[in-house]
């Protein structure tokens, strides 16, 4: 044995040695761990034709608006389709629509499975609830646009109009609506014209810029131009949706 070193000493940095050799194993898992963690957040989504910005969202949107007006059917594989998105999903567009069994945004709008979001509700109006709802599509599954849509002969205005005309709430839980939906009747009536209409078209108007203005997600989308929010009205006789400016 070399003088100077003691068993005690060779004992000592044999552990050592060991520990350097257990580290550099440990950062190349870490590193293949990673990348396979990071290759499956890249993945190709399950619907890579809906990686579009907000304006194609929107022509998508409006030209699946045309064909349903027209009477022409989609023709879905929908056998096909379920299986490709049980593990995920990106809708290109979020709709923001009546709960009117009249009004159903995936036929109006001649869409697929896994291409719109949709948030549906008597009055259709942005409550804590939707709020959420459309911040999760924007931030998790980055859906481009949204539309609040609204419709004609809407019976939640009428109920609104209807119970501030005569000061009387209405029953259960509907008066939840009334108080969403009263703001915009109550501005509909200092102007000149059908209250009704006016107060459809002012509730989308009202609730496009509230998710315009949303903090801190959709107000952040917005300004950075990765999310557009627009207006609708659903034509019931027609079926055609013009958009509000």
Avoid: W
């Avoid at 399950?46 to 304006?55: G, M």
């Avoid at 009546?98 to 291409?115: H, I, M, T, Y």
């Avoid at 539309?147 to 509907?174: E, F, N, Q, R, W």
């Avoid at 929010?229 to 659903?234: E, H, K, R, S, T």
């Amino acid at each position: 044995m070399h003088a100077g070193h003691s068993p005690t000493h060779l004992t000592k940095i044999a552990p050592s040695r060991r520990s350097l050799l257990q580290f550099a194993i440990s950062s190349v898992c870490l590193r293949l761990g990673n990348n396979i963690v990071d290759a499956k957040e890249a993945k190709t989504p399950p619907k890579p034709d809906n990686l579009i910005s907000p304006e194609t969202a929107l022509n998508r949107l409006m030209e699946g608006n045309d064909r349903y007006v027209q009477g022409v059917s989609r023709s879905d594989d929908f056998k096909r389709e379920r299986p490709v998105l049980v593990d995920g999903q990106n809708p290109y567009a979020a709709v923001l629509s009546c709960a009117d069994s009249r009004v159903a945004p995936e036929l109006v709008f001649g869409s697929g499975l896994g291409d719109l979001f949709v948030c549906r509700v008597a009055g259709n109006f942005a409550n804590d609830d939707t709020l959420a709802s459309m911040e999760y599509a924007v931030a998790v599954l980055n859906t481009p646009l949204i539309l609040v849509l609204g419709h004609d002969h809407c019976g939640a205005i009428d109920a609104t109009i209807k119970s501030l005309h005569d000061d009387k709430p209405p029953p259960g839980h509907i008066s939840s609506l009334v108080a969403a939906l009263a703001p915009a009747v109550k501005l509909s009536r200092q102007q000149t014209g059908d209250t009704f209409v006016l107060a459809t078209r002012q509730n989308v108007v009202d609730n496009v810029n509230k998710l315009k203005s949303t903090g801190p997600i959709l107000n952040t989308a917005v300004e950075q131009n990765r999310l557009k929010v627009v207006g609708g009205l659903y034509r019931l006789d027609t079926g055609r949706v013009d958009l509000l400016s």
